[in-house]
T-cell receptor
């Protein structure tokens, strides 16, 4: 069964450094998302992406964040200058325009996550 | 704003039923979801219910929705050790690019 993959599984970086988190969505999916979960807190929506542009973004997704689909298969999240509070698990998700399950219009398939640790 | 709340921990004996409860605030939500997260794995959609339904049953899983009280529950019958995981309640709208709003997750542990 196709699945969303994410690399790396764990990224450690120094405060102020740039990081790029990579995701390979399911191949025929059209919508892409990033979420994050700070340890012990809720899974929070960051951004959704469709047709090569951002559809919606949350307040968390400020100018330090950017997303890109550089080559038609990867979907990346870049954090320009990491802060301690960016330490979290980052989940990528993708969804088709319509689901294989006839009634569910917006089923999002999640990757296993990248744990980002900012020191 | 949109918010989803659920208790953080639940411990049940193997073979008993587990009931995980959730409340949400957004009355425009079309879908209510239950996601399961096992250690080291991503969020897996377990089941969902339309907001115009009261109940949905899927094998050992029963979802109950009280739209008036904005209360959602997930009942797992005959709980097994393999059901140990974190269960996330979530809500979303009927839109292709709609975000999903998650609760904090309930960690279900199974006692022998």
């Amino acid at each position: 069964e196709p699945e969303v993959t994410q690399t790396p599984s764990h990224q450690v970086t120094q405060m102020g450094q740039e990081v790029i988190l990579r995701c390979v969505p399911i191949s025929n999916h059209l919508y892409f998302y990033w979420y994050r979960q700070i340890l012990g807190q809720k899974v929070e929506f960051l951004v959704s992406f469709y047709n090569n542009e951002i559809s919606e973004k949350s307040e968390i997704f400020d100018d330090q964040f950017s997303v890109e689909r550089p080559d038609g298969s990867n979907f990346t999240l870049k954090i320009r200058s990491t802060k301690l509070e960016d330490s979290a698990m980052y989940f990528c998700a993708s969804s088709p325009r319509t689901s294989g399950r006839a009634q569910l219009y917006n089923e999002q398939f999640f990757g296993p996550g990248t744990r980002l640790t900012v020191l | 704003g949109e918010d989803v709340e659920q208790s953080l921990f639940l411990s049940v004996r193997e073979g008993d039923s587990s009931v995980i409860n959730c409340t949400y605030t957004d009355s425009s939500s079309t879908y209510l979801y239950w996601y399961k997260q096992e250690p080291g794995a991503g969020l897996q959609l377990l089941t969902y219910i339309f907001s115009n339904m009261d109940m949905k049953q899927d094998q050992r899983l029963t979802v109950l929705l009280n739209k008036k009280d904005k209360h959602l529950s997930l009942r797992i019958a005959d709980t097994q050790t393999g059901d140990s995981a974190i269960y996330f309640c979530a809500e979303g709208e009927y839109s292709s690019a709609s975000k999903i709003i998650f609760g904090s997750g309930t960690r279900l542990s199974i006692r022998p």
